[in-house]
């Protein structure tokens, strides 16, 4: 079968296994199978020889997290991520994975309103234990939501979609860290309603495609720079040069910060007088680490504000979280959880710092005390404020 | 062939086949042992470059008795086993031939046991090399053999393949690091050889079954040795302006009696392909690097340091420099570790020698490697242990270009010859599994390799132990049962 | 043929010695020869070919034939302030490796397991056979040369073999103390040898003098410390056990006692209870012994299992 890879692409893989260990799936199970070499070599012969893509080797792309770690760890430089989003692109259109009916969550994700009235639904479903454990829809998703309101024309500050509806008060926490810069925020809200990365994810690729264009026209009258404090979305609108191969994307993308870069970029003009006595352990989200690389920037923007920045000795292997993974593969998702739960504990942290929603939420599941960078900075900030106006 | 055998031939072959997976899931667990196509495709393959692999039923055991029951189910079934680790072997060792069952080794891979007082740590074999390093670092102890695929090779794959690295220079082989080993013969035995003691009782089989290639049975616990971390490092990078000139620096440093932890050179071409993943500050104008690593007391190691300086300019070295910092230092060994995989950047496929030569042949050696290249019109990058005399010459080539796999084949066949006529071996680490099977009559005589056969014969006198390996064809378990009535499934 | 394979003719004449059939034994200098069984009275004793074949110190290699007494041996590499990791006790090379114990100072030495490159033997067949390779790395073919390190000559008769040699360090120094050492072992980087007799500990250092001289000084730093001419006189019996065994072992089955802390051999007034090989060990051992002596006749009465 034709999976329209880059042959090119393809064949840049010298099947030497230094990506294994990197890879959350095959630290798991040890499995080939579920390793990043080993799809890529079911991907190699189903479409160099030809050959059909059997249960297993669809199995062996869909419990991929698409966490990119193995990337950074492949001296060849194989774009392993796009190899994979593209397979899956090719098998959502032949209808081989993700059935109609898994579709459908995510074209809510592209209707604020929708998405909110169903998450208090879900709220609500889920206080009265409607919902099966397994599918680890968190606790404490907000019932209401304060509004996000503009406070100037600096910059724009992504709000996307499932974090604006339930972590909505990382954005009010980055916003005001923003404005203690001295810039004017514009929050995106509804009219950029979603960034299409879970969608780039799934396999819905022309979807996501239609998203990005969209985000593009809605942001494109000014050149206001673009910040992110998801790091999953950060990626995605990152990546829309390469989604959509046009001059315009590329010129898009270069507009897009994570917000904890833009902060490290004006970190000087902080007047830090007071620390909050914590130690954090920083949980790099892969999309930081692996695919936008800044991840040096949230240690080099906390540490100022807390008594700690610890490492976690795992190379920056994956949680599990992988954006809608853990709920379509729970039990890998939970063992990588394990894995980084192991980790955690092995370093005296009073609070471990993630900057994806994705990840926190997956974490906060296995009941690590978890926090976004934003959030800790925005309450250092506020700390020092208040025994100014005594 | 017996009644019994014609009988069979008139089933369906498949009808056996299924018995015998049926029998290992009830030993196992349906999920521990597979039997579809894509599982086989996958595990037909290692990290070199042989197609001809066929593996039968894959199993992935947990405990020592599940290694045992494979065994036994397997020997009544008269099928042979092949047991891998990470799949990270360059000579084609843990490639299936005639359809065995393949043990997947990954699943154990528990830490048992670290012994602090009396310097040992028991491991499981799917235990990555690295990962029982960084167990240890704050122990302030380390595992010494350091292969350049350390962060995802198995342990059990370095007792396999006896294992090295470049701090091998100082500390010796994986042999010189495992001290016991808790086995499974082929014919589900459990036996334990070597000891915790330094001279255990015996004939030395840890030594025979350590480098043996998964021939003689599978290792289930290892007890290994575990060395302490020197209190200091050093790490030099000495540039030249010929490779000559570098070789002949190895050399000189050896011969002032000097023995480094670790004496690594690359050429220009592959110090610009790792410049350009790691950017280690590399110098890509040099054409070639020494990479010298010395550890132990401080002064001491100040006094080797400076002497080794003195020696690479006096053998014209254009420059020394030395790690500033851990960081630094950590950077250019990350650099010479992924040197093979960098390859990618410059050509699709790579075929990757290992040989020995003496040292003082180094320079010689080299000279008529980079002849064969050109003559072949291939391009040639040598990176390699150079304090051991340990050659890697990459061949680079393009497979999909007709007639070149013939053409790499034949310019790797006359780079081993060099080597044997400098005196030196077929391999220094990555064993000779099914790509030197050929040439061993080269270095050893009919009579030497009948006798290497009975070493294997009193481990496994089926020969059902990963058959077809090591020695050439000819000698008894160098054949493999022809296993034609496994069907390789829907992707035949 | 290739140029490693040739064998020269004083090792073919040792070989026709050998011959193809009838009991026959090797004799060193005989002292280790009560180890592991006596030898059946009437068997004929030949000794090995002597002579050093090649020294290459620029590559640290030595290629010795077994007769050459250790002693020899050593007095040509320390020209070239070299050394090897075999024990000097008047015996001779091929003798050393054949019984396998190691030197005294195991812990700056290394092992004599770790010293074999390439080894030759004679076979039960009257062959000579060749295993392992001339140059300090290896993975080719089967270890039949580790094998036969420690062997007794029950496998074949070692006729010569190539050894790694390492740079003999600069200073050496015994010293003596009563500290614990446990501690000594622990504190040290490398140290040669540390012995312990009960009550008294030597240590002996070696290395660059500036480094010698800081590991004396650490040790001063924690107790009274005396240098020391020597070691300690060993007792005449030979333990091996699991290195901190010695701080749990009832002392008075050993009598006195010279301990080598950190390795695990004991020298003992007593001997070392037997020690038993498993069934499994035991099986592939006597099909070894099957395999490479099928008609026992090397070194009979000399028995590493229970081969009759």
Request: net charge negative; aromatic share 6%; charged share 20%.
């Amino acid at each position: 079968m034709d999976l329209k890879l880059d042959s090119e692409e393809l064949n840049t893989c010298v099947h030497c296994g230094l990506c294994l260990p990197h890879c959350p799936t095959f630290r798991i199970t040890g499995e080939e199978a579920l390793s990043p070499r080993g799809r890529i070599r079911l991907m190699q012969e189903i479409q160099t020889n030809d050959q059909m893509v059997t249960k297993e080797a669809l199995a062996s792309f869909e419990t991929c997290i698409q966490c990119r770690g193995c990337e950074p760890a492949c001296p060849s430089g194989v774009p392993y991520g796009s190899l994979i989003e593209q397979t899956r692109k090719t098998l959502v259109q032949e209808n081989r994975i993700l059935p109609r009916w898994q579709r459908i969550p995510y074209h809510v994700l592209t209707r604020p309103r929708l998405l909110r009235f169903l998450s208090r639904l879900l709220t609500i479903a889920n206080k009265v234990h409607l919902i099966p454990k397994r599918f680890a829809i968190p606790k404490n998703i907000p019932f209401f939501n304060k509004p996000l309101i503009p406070s100037g024309t600096d910059v724009y500050l992504f709000t996307g979609c499932v974090m604006d509806a339930w972590q909505r008060e990382t954005h009010q926490a980055g916003k005001r860290v923003l404005e203690h810069l001295g810039f004017g925020v514009t929050p995106t809200g509804d009219r950029v309603p979603c960034c299409g990365a879970l969608h780039t994810h799934a396999g819905l690729g022309t979807k996501a495609q239609e998203i990005a264009e969209n985000v593009i026209n809605s942001l494109s009258d000014n050149e206001r720079p673009i910040l992110v404090d998801s790091a999953g979305c950060g990626a995605a609108l990152k990546d829309y040069g390469h989604l959509l191969g046009t001059e315009e994307a590329l010129a898009f993308s270069s507009r897009i910060f994570d917000i904890h870069e833009w902060v490290e970029k004006h970190i000087e003009t902080f007047a830090v007088s007071s620390k909050l006595s914590l130690r954090v352990a920083i949980q790099d989200p892969c999309h930081l680490r692996h695919v936008q690389r800044s991840h040096r920037a949230v240690r080099n923007v906390l540490e100022p504000f807390v008594d700690e920045v610890i490492e976690l000795n795992d190379d920056g292997l994956c949680c599990g979280a992988g954006g809608a993974f853990s709920i379509f593969q729970p039990d890998l998702a939970s063992k990588a959880r394990d894995q980084k739960i192991a980790v955690i504990n092995e370093k005296q942290c009073d609070v471990v710092a993630s900057a994806n929603p994705g990840c926190s939420m997956h974490l906060q599941q296995g009941g690590i005390d978890i926090r976004h960078p934003m959030d800790i900075i925005d309450e250092a900030i506020s700390l020092k404020t208040i025994p100014s106006d005594l | 062939m017996s009644f019994i055998d014609k009988i069979k031939n008139l089933i369906k072959p498949s009808v056996f086949e299924d018995v015998f997976v049926a029998e290992l899931v009830a030993a196992l667990s349906p999920e521990r042992v597979r039997f579809d196509a894509t599982e086989r495709f996958l595990h037909s393959h290692d990290s070199s470059v042989f197609d001809e692999g066929n593996a039968g039923p894959i199993c992935f055991p947990i405990t020592t008795r599940e290694v045992q029951t494979i065994m036994r189910i397997s020997e009544k079934h008269g099928r042979s086993i092949v047991a891998r680790g990470a799949g990270t072997g360059l000579a084609g060792g843990a490639i299936p031939l005639g359809a065995p069952v393949v043990v997947v080794m990954t699943k154990m891979n528990k830490i048992l046991e670290i012994d602090i007082d009396n310097r040992v740590a028991w491991v499981e074999p799917g235990v990555i090399n690295l990962d029982l390093s960084r167990y240890l670092q704050p122990f302030g102890f380390h595992f010494a053999p350091d292969p350049s695929s350390q962060q995802v090779c198995t342990i059990g794959g370095n007792v396999a393949n006896n294992s090295g690295g470049p701090h091998c220079l100082a500390y010796g082989v994986t042999d010189a690091h495992v001290l016991a080993l808790e086995i499974v013969l082929p014919d589900g035995e459990v036996a334990t050889i070597g000891g915790l003691d330094p001279e255990p009782v015996g004939f030395d089989l840890r030594g025979a079954f350590i480098g043996s290639e998964g021939t003689l049975g599978i290792a289930t616990k290892i007890a290994v040795r575990i060395t302490k971390n020197p209190p200091t490092v050093r790490t030099l990078l000495l540039s030249f302006s010929s490779m000559r000139a570098a070789a002949e620096t190895v050399s000189a440093v050896i011969a002032a009696g000097i023995v480094p932890a670790a004496m690594e050179v690359m050429d220009q071409r592959i110090t610009i392909a790792v410049e350009s993943f790691v950017g280690a500050g590399y110098p890509t104008d040099a054409a070639a690097v020494l990479l010298v690593e010395v550890e132990g007391l401080v002064d001491g190691v100040q006094i080797d340091a400076s002497n080794i300086r003195e020696i690479g300019f006096k053998h014209g070295a254009t420059d020394v420099r030395v790690a500033e910092t851990d960081n630094e230092r950590e950077l250019l060994w990350k650099g010479r570790k992924t040197a093979f995989g960098a390859i990618a950047q410059i050509a699709p496929d790579y075929y990757l020698h290992d040989t020995v030569v003496p040292r003082s042949a180094l320079a010689d050696v080299l000279e008529k490697v980079n002849e064969v290249a050109e003559r072949y019109d291939l391009i040639v990058m040598n990176v390699f242990h150079a304090g051991d005399g340990n050659l890697h010459p990459l061949l680079l080539f393009d497979a999909r270009e007709e007639g070149m796999l013939e053409k790499v084949h034949a310019a790797g066949a006359e780079i081993m010859r060099i080597s044997l006529d400098a005196g030196g071996v077929l391999s220094g680490e990555h064993g000779i599994g099914i790509e030197k099977q050929a040439y061993m009559d080269e270095l050893f005589t009919t009579e030497d390799l009948n006798h290497q056969n009975r070493l294997r014969y009193a481990f496994d006198p089926q020969c059902r132990s990963n058959p077809g390996k090591i020695l050439p064809a000819g000698h008894s378990c160098a054949d493999i049962q022809s296993l034609k009535n496994v069907p390789q499934g829907v992707w035949g | 043929m290739k140029a490693t394979l040739k064998i020269d003719t004083v090792l073919n004449r040792f070989a026709e010695a050998v011959g193809p059939s009838l009991p026959i034994a090797i004799e060193g200098n005989r002292t280790r020869w009560g180890l592991n069984g006596l030898l059946k009275p009437g068997t004929s004793v030949i000794s090995a070919p002597s002579g050093l074949v090649e020294y290459k110190p620029e590559e640290m290699i030595v290629t010795v034939r077994a007769g050459t007494t250790v002693q020899e041996l050593d007095t040509c590499l320390a020209d070239h302030r070299q050394r090897t990791s075999l024990p000097d006790r008047g015996g001779t090379v091929g003798g050393a490796i054949a019984v396998g114990h190691n030197d005294l100072h195991k812990l700056g030495k290394g092992s004599v397991r770790d010293a074999v490159l390439q080894l030759r033997y004679v076979s039960a067949e009257g062959k000579v056979i060749t295993c392992g390779g001339p140059v300090v790395k290896n993975v080719t073919g089967f270890n039949l040369h580790k094998l036969m390190v420690g062997s007794f000559g029950t496998l074949g008769f070692i006729a010569e073999v190539t050894l790694r040699t390492n740079p003999t360090p600069l200073r050496q120094l015994w010293i003596q103390t009563s500290m614990d050492p446990k501690i000594i072992f622990d504190t040290l980087q490398r140290p040669s040898a540390i012995l312990w007799d009960g009550t008294t500990t030597w240590v002996h250092l070696e290395g660059h003098p500036p480094d010698v001289d800081a590991q004396y000084a650490l040790l001063t730093k924690s107790g009274k410390v005396y240098e020391s001419e020597t070691g300690p006189s060993l007792p005449a019996h030979r333990w091996s056990i699991p290195p901190v065994d010695i701080f749990s072992l009832e002392k008075t089955l050993m009598g006195r006692f010279v301990a080598s802390i950190g390795v695990g051999t004991v020298w003992a007034e007593q001997p070392q209870e037997e020690r038993k090989l498993d069934r499994a060990t035991l099986t592939i051992t006597e099909r070894m012994k099957k395999q490479f002596d099928p008609t026992s006749r090397l070194n009979p009465g000399r028995n590493l299992g229970n081969w009759s």
